[in-house]
T-cell receptor, first 115, second 113 residues
């Protein structure tokens, strides 16, 4: 069965560069969530989208922006990267129609390293 | 403010025995709860969920119990297997249209062969 696809799997960037992370939800899923997990830390919610509209916003820095496109995939754009942005970024998707049965499905994450 | 808490950072269990992982929450608006299993450098893997209208949900070796009055849920794994060794997170959310879900701090389960 199709899963949540994230690309790239690994990314190395220098300070002050920009990065774009992509998330392709499971087909028919209408909601996408972005989380950031630093080494040894709990996942921190960044932002979510439902039906291509921003739904909820967490601790996302102003340097970051995100959107959900008409095909429901989402992109997280990160600018002026800092060393502290190094983390595992994972997205999850769900459907309002069957979330109570199937829950949220996570991607494998993008490991971002800022040097 | 940690709205979902897992007070046991680690747990060791013998193979074949029951593993019980606990989770407490503070927000009475939460209506949906999940358990995830996570390996290092990977995204979480969904295990089992429960909505607030139920107090128990089973899926194979995994059972989740919800006690709304105590704001407590637990995950039972019976029988425990070495392949179950991982970090387990509970998570909770309120509503179903993109509201964030809140993770607990995780419990590292080790199943000893």
């Amino acid at each position: 069965a199709a899963g949540v696809i994230q690309s790239p799997r690994h990314l190395i960037k220098e300070k002050r560069e920009t990065a774009t992370l992509k998330c392709y939800p499971i087909p028919r899923h209408d909601t996408v969530y972005w989380y950031q997990q630093g080494p040894g830390q709990d996942p921190q919610f960044l932002i979510s989208f439902y039906e291509k509209m921003q739904s909820d916003k967490g601790s996302i820095p102003d340097r970051f922006s995100a959107q959900q496109f008409s095909d429901y995939h989402s992109e997280l754009n990160m600018s002026s990267l800092e060393l502290g942005d190094s983390a595992l970024y994972f997205c999850a998707s769900s459907s309002v129609y069957d979330r109570d049965i199937y829950g949220y499905t996570f991607g494998s994450g993008t490991r971002l390293t800022v040097v | 403010d940690q709205q979902v808490k897992q007070n046991s950072p680690s747990l060791s269990v013998q193979e074949g025995r029951i593993s019980i992982l606990n989770c407490d929450y503070t927000n009475s608006m939460f209506d949906y709860f999940l358990w995830y299993k996570k390996y290092p450098a990977e995204g979480p893997t969904f295990l089992i969920s429960i909505s607030s209208i139920k107090d128990k949900n089973e899926d194979g070796r995994f059972t989740v119990f919800l006690n709304k009055s105590a704001k407590h849920l637990s995950l039972h794994i019976v029988p425990s297997q070495p392949g179950d060794s991982a970090v387990y997170f509970c998570a909770a959310s309120a509503g179903n249209t993109g509201n964030q879900f809140y993770f607990g701090t995780g419990t590292s389960l080790t199943v000893i062969p």
